[in-house]
């Protein structure tokens, strides 16, 4: 294998260890009505690029600064497609499409598109779409007699909020449910390389979907009445949570997938299918969708880099790449920077004997199994030696006044250590580990399930809502407003706009008189 190739070529396992597959599979692997993977990603550094560049229009970021974002994005988009041009292995077309029904039924079982009961976290998450809708870009919200900016990981809702704009309503709907939609399933499609066979591959789609810490068990041992009804919410037992996965795409799927494509980025690289260029490139552009989602990929860059630097690895353009991908999102990174004080973060100690429940409940049983039933470890014993650092270290960090840090930072971790146990029930595992993870899965999945059962037992919430500030107060009275807003004067010089930037749209006023949406919350279907 050559070292100085953006994207080495792949190294096959030991006979002993590679799964078989059939010969129809090997030729679809390489049959060209395949889509190359690396388009793939491309296609998503370019949504991601565009998002970046909308915020700065959204800013009222002056043109200049505009024209030289857009000539950074389109010079690491092409280096992007370039190094992909080196690699030409192709995922089959019947896989994308399972891969997009997957996607867009997760989603739409999550609230997206309306077909389905929404949860309550989306009536923030509508107020700001409707907010970006509604006012000419920018405005600003005329709160504490200080104009404020809405600064909150808007990735997800520029390109939405755009189709809202000559649309409606209906169309940021559907364009956050396609455009969601599309991104998961370049996620799915991603991760499926790491498994060979089609069996290898629908096991580790309900593994990695279904897969949960034994939550149903904390809440019995320590409030056993909170069992019941089934569409109660039950990840916070124990104060602090490690969210199921499917959990994740149903409350916060913004996050979900920035944590979930770090880490199938760093797989990736780790099965050498592709580049320290790629991985490290992509991981600036991510900030706009989930900071916290890059902080938890951000363990697994260094050791992607610092293995690569002691082995000898390191290219210019492994250098190069990443920092003109900073270079699109330097803007964005200042932006969510603004006033970031007023979050606030800091360590915090946990009652000893709740904190090893927790990781007893929550995460043991899984990294148990993967030490006893692996000969080797899937992606190296420092993956795994990082993957547990991470999963025994995040509870005890705090930003903000909630627990989102330990909720959102660990869906890298939580996403690697799914796919290694999902790596041993397609093969790796003797009967025993297999056995084991069954039932620790089967037990877990009760919290997934009552995901699920809230989604069908609940009628769709309609997405009609007040204004952000008074949506916040209804929704979530007793958290303070820091992590959406700050005030316009405190952003960095060269983003602060210029007053003409706000003299066309009216400030967004703090109370409205449009039809909130609380009140039709929770109304049972059946």
Known sequence: MRHDQAFPSVTPPPVAEQPSSSADEMAAETSPKGMPY??????????????????????GTRWDIMAAAGLAASAAIAAFHRLGLRHRERIPASRLLV??????????????????????DWFIRDAVLDDMIRWPWPFAYAGHGAPLLLRAPLGMYLLPAIAGKIGGQGAADAALLGQNSLVLAIILALGSLMFATPRARRIALVVVLLFSGLDTVGEFLVNPDRLLPLSAHINDWAGIQYTAQLTQAFWVPQHAMCGWLGA???????????????FLGVVPLMLLWSPLGVMGTLPFAALAGIESLLRRRVMLVDIGLPLLALAVAIIPALYLQTDAG???????????ALYILFEMLEAVPFLAAVWFGSRVFRFGTATYALVVACI???????VGASVDFVMRVSIPALAILSVMVADLLAGRASNGPRAFLIVVLTIGALNPARELYRAIRFTPVPTA??????EWDRVFPDFGKQTYFAPVAALPGALHPSPKAFAAPPFAAPTSSRSCGLDRWRRVRF
């Open 38 to 59: 690396a388009h793939l990603l491309t296609a998503l550094v370019t949504l991601l690029c565009i998002d970046n560049l909308l915020l700065l229009r959204f800013l």
């Open 465 to 470: 809502s007040c204004d952000l500030w008074t």
């Open 392 to 398: 025994l270290g995040f509870p005890f960090v705090v």
């Open 342 to 352: 007023r979050v606030g973060i800091h360590l915090e100690a946990l009652p000893p």
């Open 264 to 278: 199938v980025l760093f797989m990736l690289w780790r099965d050498e299918r592709i580049g320290l260029a790629v």
């Open 99 to 120: 891969c997009l029904c997957a996607a867009v039924i997760v989603l739409m079982l999550g609230g997206e598109g309306r077909l389905f009961y929404a949860n309550l």
